[in-house]
């Protein structure tokens, strides 16, 4: 029986740091293991949440009116699934990797735009992690963009 006022503390090693996490929980009868898990599983939430703070700029949204900061946050949520879309479909370690990496790596990258009638073609310029993107098969793609006229994006490297 839980007397009021206790408290549970427990020591965990290897999630990343120098020195051990410590939990402190007033759930006596939960195991550990069932703590740690739930703690592991807030930690991963808080750093998708701390890095779309930093990388999108969640931080400095571009208004106060709340219809606005819904909107902001809203497109910042779109974002961020994307760049796990594009981890997870690349792989190679990018599963797990934060925004501002995707980003570098495999997004910001200068290209050669061409549009036609029928075609806007995206050719991107030599970098050392296209491979990974043509593993992905993105070269493959043939995208309908209908309210560019039933144009259809493509992704070509050089």
Do not use: C
């Not at 190679?92 to 549009?115: C, D, H, P, W, Y």
């Amino acid at each position: 029986m839980t007397m009021p006022g206790e408290i549970r503390q427990i020591a965990v090693t290897d999630l990343g740091h120098e020195k051990p996490t410590l939990l402190l929980s007033n759930q006596m009868d939960e195991p550990a293991s069932r703590l740690v898990d739930r703690y592991v599983r807030r930690m991963v939430i808080e750093n998708i949440i701390a890095d779309a703070i930093d990388f999108f700029h969640m931080d400095a949204l571009s208004a106060a009116v709340p219809m606005r900061i819904d909107l902001d946050v809203q497109l910042t949520l779109m974002a961020s699934s994307l760049y796990r879309l594009l981890g997870i479909r690349v792989g190679q370690g990018f599963e797990v990797a934060k925004a501002r990496t995707i980003f570098r790596k495999l997004v910001n990258a200068s290209a050669a735009i061409r549009i036609t009638e029928d075609e806007i073609i995206v050719t991107l310029g030599r970098r050392a992690n296209n491979p990974l993107l043509l593993a992905a098969r993105y070269a493959e793609i043939a995208q309908p963009i209908p309210w560019l006229g039933n144009r259809t994006l493509r992704i070509r490297f050089s």
